[in-house]
């Protein structure tokens, strides 16, 4: 069964910082992997969605990289703003469970003025 | 385009009361639905894939005569909490996806179950 791990579990920067946030999972054969952002209380955001046969993605300042082999996606957040305070979701979805996703717990940031 | 509400965004009922969570894809058809669990602090857990025309898929541990599931359309899927109990107090978030694409999913808005 397909664990998704994501740490920290909680981060707080000062405005401007780049922001660093990973997602590690167990099981290789994936479909893809997509990051999501979600606001207390609120649903989800689409941040980025990497396909299993590409090492990275990018839009704007978020740029998310994928490692099939060792198991491991990272969040790069450039430049972090107050704005992008939430927590962060890593979904991951296996060859082998058609449309479903399989969620990390989440990193909450802050960001600090 | 690509959006998926819920109905309704908050609820709060009595214990032992049923309650009915609309999932709807606005602007596309849908097949295939997802419904998902958030308890606070945690993350999204699956409870079942909703095929519209045919019975829902539960994820193991669910309880298919607790949380009822009907898609009677490509454009709606209802979740039914029957004889809710405190315990089932939680975020319902659903997602859709467009066509037969697995890239092609969009959640919902999310749904906060409260019962006293």
């Known amino acids: 069964k397909q664990e998704v791990t994501q740490i920290p579990a909680a981060l707080s920067v000062p405005e401007g910082e780049n922001l660093v946030l990973n997602c590690s999972f167990t099981d290789s054969a994936i479909y893809n992997l997509q990051w999501f952002r979600q606001d207390p209380g609120k649903g989800l955001t689409s941040l980025l969605l990497i396909q299993s046969s590409q090492r990275e993605q990018t839009s704007g300042r978020l740029n998310a990289s994928l490692d099939k082999s060792s198991g491991r996606s990272t969040l790069y957040i450039a430049a972090s703003q107050p704005g992008d305070s939430a927590t962060y979701l890593c979904a991951v979805m296996t060859t082998d469970s058609w449309g479903k996703f399989q969620f990390g717990a989440g990193t909450q940031v802050v960001v600090t003025p | 385009g690509a959006v998926v509400s819920q109905h309704p965004s908050r609820v709060i009922c009595k214990s032992g009361t049923s309650v009915k969570i609309e999932c709807r894809s606005l602007d596309f058809q849908a097949t295939t639905m997802f419904w998902y669990r958030q308890f606070p602090k945690q993350s999204l857990m699956l409870m079942a894939t909703s095929n519209e025309g045919s019975k829902a898929t539960y994820e193991q541990g669910v309880e298919k005569d607790k949380f009822l599931i009907n898609h009677a359309s490509l454009t709606l899927s209802t979740l039914t909490v029957t004889s809710a109990h405190p315990e089932d107090s939680s975020f319902y978030i659903c997602?859709?996806?467009?066509?037969?694409?697995?890239?092609?999913?969009?959640f919902g808005p999310g749904t906060r179950l409260t019962v006293l």
């Open positions: 997602s859709a996806l467009r066509g037969s694409q697995v890239d092609e999913q969009f």
